[in-house]
């Protein structure tokens, strides 16, 4: 082998060595991007379940508050009823105790 061809091959040998030390770095970067996509990805993922929860939260509150207030006016129609109808008794009896001159 002549003089020539040893310095193109050791040329050679030099940028595989090159290329392969790029390779090791570029697989370390690659390596590190796919840690920050996985803590990203954690954080986001524990977000979503911390908002729902707290949809959900909300919604029962609404929920009980709705039926709450329902409760509130069938109870407040019910007293109506209830002090309508005692007036009316109270008038109904006070009619028939004029009547008789009570």
Same mark, same amino acid.
């Given at each position: 082998?002549?003089?020539?061809? !040893? %310095?193109?091959? #050791? $040329?050679?040998? &030099?940028?595989?060595? =090159? %290329?392969?030390? $790029?390779?090791? #770095?570029?697989?370390?970067? %690659?390596?590190?991007?796919? !840690? #920050?996509?996985?803590?990203?990805? !954690? $954080?986001?993922?524990?977000?979503?379940? #911390?908002? +729902?929860? /707290? =949809?959900?939260?909300?919604?029962? !509150?609404?929920?009980? *508050?709705? &039926?709450? $207030?329902? @409760?509130? /006016?069938? *109870?407040? /129609?019910?007293?109506? @009823? %209830?002090? &309508? &109808? *005692? +007036?009316? =008794?109270?008038? =109904?009896?006070?009619?028939?105790?004029?009547?008789? +001159?009570?």
């Amino acid at each position: 082998m002549d003089a020539d061809s !040893r %310095v193109q091959l #050791t $040329r050679i040998e &030099g940028k595989l060595d =090159l %290329v392969n030390e $790029r390779h090791e #770095t570029m697989k370390e970067d %690659v390596r590190k991007i796919e !840690r #920050t996509h996985a803590d990203f990805s !954690r $954080r986001v993922d524990e977000r979503f379940h #911390t908002h +729902g929860n /707290r =949809l959900q939260m909300l919604e029962a !509150r609404n929920h009980v *508050s709705e &039926g709450e $207030r329902a @409760a509130v /006016r069938a *109870s407040a /129609r019910a007293l109506w @009823a %209830v002090a &309508g &109808g *005692s +007036g009316l =008794l109270a008038a =109904l009896l006070a009619a028939i105790m004029r009547h008789f +001159g009570i």
